[in-house]
């Protein structure tokens, strides 16, 4: 089912969510106090609009209350991202996602009551950096501080062996959730199903116990 998004703050981060939305056949309003970004923008979302977000008044007015997810994707001007976030808030929006300069900032958020804060620029860094030094892992997503989900390639030593007999959950204490390759998908593989070399993997787990595992499929110890 489309969802209605609303982006405030067109800088390179809320212009990209607002326009991956939108190609996702998602109702999105864009809203920037400048011009100019209402204009590069206007083809990219269905309704782009020029007002500032720390007036109450004006977000009232487009009906924002009405949207299910708003992102605040203000940059640098963290007491208007504040701000804008305290009136969302206030309004009754019930999904406030919110781009933090830092840990101080996205302390603030959390108060007063943002759903989620991102950190796009670390979170880019940290996930850019592990598909660096494992050559195998194609896709890594951080779930919270402690646990992320990997999309790693099987070696050969795992070739042809079952679940079972790799025995990867008592192991690694982490769980394989699908084995994809070019031709099929299973997700929640069982205990029998084998492992087949150049498969990927999705796995999930605490991190430490991740990169035992990453560490076993390229050395195979
Ligand atoms: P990027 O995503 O490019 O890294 P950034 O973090 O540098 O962006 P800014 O450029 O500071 O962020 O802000 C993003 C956008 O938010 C800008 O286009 C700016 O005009 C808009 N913006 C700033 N304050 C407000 C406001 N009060 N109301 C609406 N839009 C605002």
Request: hydrophobic content about 45%; glycine content about 6%.
């Amino acid at each position: 089912m489309s969802k209605q998004f609303a982006v405030i703050g067109l800088g390179r981060f809320g212009s990209s969510i607002a326009k991956a939305l939108y190609d996702l056949d998602h109702e999105v309003m864009a809203i920037d106090v400048d011009e100019e970004k209402i204009q590069e923008n206007l083809n990219n979302v269905t309704h782009a609009v020029q007002a500032d977000s720390t007036d109450e008044v004006a977000l009232k007015s487009l009906g924002i209350r009405n949207f299910d997810v708003v992102v605040v994707a203000i940059g640098q001007d963290i007491q208007a991202s504040i701000l804008t976030t305290l009136i969302l808030k206030e309004m009754g929006v019930e999904t406030i996602v919110v781009k933090a300069q830092n840990q101080l900032h996205a302390k603030v958020l959390y108060k007063i009551g943002a759903s989620k804060v991102v950190f796009p620029e670390r979170d880019m860094g940290i996930r850019v950096a592990h598909l660096l030094v494992t050559p195998n892992i194609l896709d890594y997503i951080e779930l919270s501080d402690e646990y992320s989900i990997v999309e790693i390639i099987s070696s050969e030593k795992m070739a042809e062996k079952t679940l079972l007999e790799l025995n990867i959950r008592a192991r690694f204490g982490c769980s394989i959730m699908a084995l994809k390759n070019n031709d099929y998908i299973n997700v929640a593989p069982s205990a029998n199903d084998k492992i087949h070399e150049g498969d990927i993997m999705v796995v999930i787990g605490h991190k430490n116990d991740l990169r035992r595992f990453e560490e076993f499929v390229m050395n195979g110890k």
